[in-house]
């Protein structure tokens, strides 16, 4: 039997003067937020976000996937609404990435932004998560390189986060507790200051989940801190080896204020000041102090150009059907097309009518559906290459009629040809098409055979 054992902390950074992220640990709930929005919105946003995720997680039912989807939806809508009931609001959001032990056992791990998630495993750090941001898809597309997105002017700019749409579209990734795994979430202050070659360094020189988290947030520092850090380091243990295991064992580090969480209790989430900073992106502040670094630009939203994988979401099950009607149509019109049309043709010397088109349509033979009294020697020769081909008529019927129409004239072009008798006929006036239209309109070929009814 799997457990989760974890480390958490967090730091306003070098620059900035307020802390907009917010982080969760209640096991075996762990996540990071990470809000943006004017005045306090920002980590109204974020905390808020967190506490919904708690509640709905942990207010009912078994541990589940589906649970955890669920809760990020209510605090999607928990931000919403308080953006859209206070003006001053207007605009907030947050990331959200977070982690449970669900039942199977089996972790499941949702994503909105641009925070990460990742695990060490066998001494290898892989990044599970996607970021939606534009550079991020930029890079996905080919269009720019990893080296070149992390100096990208335009790398501020999200195209997915939590509260600024009534609905939100969220990514879902299921992994294996394996033990001896550690996964690390963290907004995005740590990456953009620390590379994964010494984050995979430090994970793997602290053993103990909360010194991992407070060497990995001071490192963010001293290499620049240009933005808040919040990171949360959750280590998979066999739960029979692991004596120590405690159910708060969480230990909080960094310049937050916090108490570790309780069992199903509100989500401890971490709030430091506001950062006062608009939602539109570009400057930094004008009263910056001249000996200040100026804060980075803080994140704007745009809306996403392009589908996202693994979006297990109401959304993606409505495309995933839309497609599957379209193609059972396409399937559907091609056998209509197929089995629409009979032919006239040979089999042998016999003259036969088939349904269907000749040759086939992708796969789809055409039936054989009568075999006239005819051969090739009851009609003109010309008409023999035609019957070769398959001559396309639009029914049954017409098609019995055209076989009926090649004797007809193969009958007068016999009598054509016969010595004159004391009582000529009329039918060397009329052309066979028309004699046969004319006096055979309901004159079926004479049938021996129905290979299908
Ligand atoms: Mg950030």
């Known amino acids: 039997m799997v457990a989760l054992r974890a480390g958490a902390a967090t730091h306003v950074g070098q620059v900035r003067t307020n802390n907009q992220d917010s982080h969760l640990a209640a096991d075996p709930l762990y996540a990071v937020a990470d809000g943006m929005g004017g005045a306090a919105a920002g980590e109204v946003a974020s905390a808020l976000a967190i506490e919904a995720l708690s509640n709905g997680f942990h207010r009912s039912g078994e541990p589940s996937a589906d649970l955890l989807i669920h809760a990020a939806q209510a605090a999607n809508r928990a931000v919403w609404d308080e953006a859209a009931a206070n003006p001053e609001m207007r605009g907030m959001g947050t990331t959200l990435v977070a982690i449970a032990l669900v039942d199977g056992p089996e972790l499941a791990i949702i994503n909105i932004g641009d925070s990460r998630l990742y695990v060490l495993h066998d001494h290898e ?75 995979t360094s430090l994970l793997e020189r602290f053993s103990d989940p909360a010194e991992a988290a407070r060497e990995l947030v001071d490192e963010a520092n001293r290499r620049g801190g240009g933005d808040n850090i919040t990171v949360v380091v959750v280590d998979i243990v066999d739960q029979a080896d692991d004596a120590t295991l405690a159910a708060n064992e969480l230990t909080v580090a960094g310049d937050a204020t916090t108490a570790p969480a309780a069992p199903g209790g509100p989500a401890p989430a971490l709030l430091e000041a506001v950062r006062d900073a608009d939602t539109t992106g570009g400057e930094a502040p004008s009263d910056q102090p001249p000996d200040q670094p100026a804060e980075p630009a803080p994140a704007t939203w745009r809306l996403p150009n392009r589908p996202t994988r693994s979006v297990l979401t109401g959304r993606v099950v409505g495309f995933v059907l839309l497609f599957l009607i379209i193609v059972i149509g396409a399937a559907a019109g091609v056998v209509w097309y197929a089995r629409s049309s009979y032919f006239v043709g040979l089999k042998g010397s016999q003259i036969v009518i088939y349904q269907g088109r000749p040759g086939g349509v992708l796969g789809i033979n055409p039936t054989l559906r009568r075999t006239t009294a005819y051969s090739t020697s009851d009609v003109l020769d010309s008409a023999v290459p035609v019957l070769r081909a398959g001559k396309e008529e639009a029914s049954l019927t017409d098609a019995e009629n055209y076989v009926q129409s090649l004797h007809n004239a193969y009958q007068e072009s016999q009598q054509n040809a016969a010595p004159p008798t004391t009582t000529p006929t009329s039918s060397t006036t009329v052309s066979p098409t028309t004699t046969v239209a004319a006096t055979t309109p309901a004159t079926a070929a004479p049938v021996t055979t129905a290979a299908q009814p």
């Open 125 to 199: 750090l892989r990044q599970i998560t996607f970021d939606h941001n534009l550079v991020a898809e930029m890079v996905a597309e080919g269009r720019i390189t990893p080296a070149e997105a992390e100096v990208h002017p335009r790398r501020n700019i999200m195209t997915r986060a939590l509260g600024v749409e009534p609905e939100v579209a969220i990514d879902l990734f299921v992994e294996e507790p394996v033990p001896g795994d550690r996964y690390l979430l963290c907004s995005d202050g740590l990456p953009r200051e620390v590379h994964d070659g010494l984050i």
